[in-house]
């Protein structure tokens, strides 16, 4: 079995030594081929040391670029790993449990098994997601994340609200082919984490697991940080970005292009192209927008949808 950890760093130096320990120390890394493909965005700090450092042992190999951002740098990554069974996205400065690898697998490995072996879902586009434990900067736990907003898996949900973090996903090689048919030279890029997971629900399966497997740093430079997806701090924080924040339109911008990219993979599934419709065209189109604002798919049920309904009213989604 055939194993690639993407890592993207940027003036990580702080944290990134003990987020690859933790990476070569999964408990499946005697049982399996692990390799590490990191991306350097141009850090001005040592963290382009420690790579160099780490691949002279042996233990990854780097490519570098210059300030394209984390969704292009991910996507690079995609695109030169080597062939492998499974992969999985790291940031820089979280630490992995020891079975996050072995648990992930497992997880796919028995859904594929659940939908029939030969059937072309076991053989298709599997995502594996998982809940995560935020931290403050030492690693002591702050809470155990479990947001409303993050559980569902349906596409309708997962184009209005924020993705689970893309340091829990674990996916197979299928996967990996759907996200980089996704130029995000060409279309509008989300976020890495909030892009992949909407191709797998649109092209794919993402299989949920309500257990953490990972410590996910809160920093305070970091505005996708944890705080950012649940509670009523995030929630207003949401509200605001959206709201009053100068990003905006990001997510009728991505529903518009994957409508457009994986337009014959969902011609057939009318539910699929009615959402990406509602979405991606709700600000020309005052219809749809009635028919988004009211349509029970999208609801979370909580204070989520307020600042979001508030956010479509003034175009802002």
Not at 172 to 188: G, L, P, S
Not at 198 to 205: A, Q, S, V
Not at 240 to 252: A, D, I, R
Not at 285 to 297: A, Y
Request: hydrophobic share 35%; aromatic share 12%; glycine share 6%.
């Amino acid at each position: 079995m055939k194993i690639e950890v993407l890592l993207y760093s940027f003036n990580g130096v702080d944290y990134l030594g003990e987020q690859l320990q933790s990476i070569l120390k999964q408990d499946i890394a005697d049982k399996a081929e692990l390799k590490i493909l990191a991306f350097d965005d141009g850090s001005t700090d040592r963290t382009k040391d420690i790579l160099e450092r780490y691949q002279h042992e042996g233990k990854l190999k780097l490519i570098t670029g210059d300030g394209v951002g984390k969704t292009k740098g991910y996507w690079e990554l995609l695109k030169k790993a080597d062939e492998a069974d499974f992969y999985a996205f790291s940031e820089q400065d979280d630490v992995w449990f020891p079975e996050k690898l072995s648990r992930a697998i497992k997880y796919l490995e028995t859904q594929a098994i659940l939908d029939g072996e030969e059937t072309e879902v076991a053989n298709g586009p599997l995502l594996y997601v998982s809940d995560y434990v935020v931290t403050n900067a030492k690693l002591k736990p702050i809470r155990f994340n479990r947001s409303k907003a993050c559980k569902f898996s349906d596409v309708e949900h997962n184009l209005l609200y924020s993705s689970n973090p893309g340091c829990t996903f674990v996916f197979n090689d299928a996967a990996r082919q759907k996200m980089i048919k996704y130029d995000v030279n060409a279309f509008y890029a989300d976020t890495y984490d909030d892009l992949a997971k909407k191709i797998l629900n649109l092209t794919g399966k993402v299989v949920l697991d309500r257990v953490p497997t990972v410590y996910m740093r809160r920093n305070k430079g970091d505005k996708f940080g944890a705080e950012y997806y649940g509670g009523l701090k995030g929630a207003i924080k949401l509200y605001k970005e959206l709201y009053f924040g100068k990003v905006f339109n990001t997510k009728s911008e991505t529903a518009k292009a994957l409508g457009l990219v994986y337009a014959d993979e969902i011609m057939n599934d009318s539910r699929k192209k009615e959402a990406l419709k509602q979405v991606g065209s709700y600000r020309e189109d005052q219809v749809n927008r009635e028919r988004l604002m009211q349509s029970s798919r999208f609801v979370v049920g909580d204070y989520h949808d307020k600042w979001l309904m508030a956010a479509i009213k003034k175009n802002r989604l």
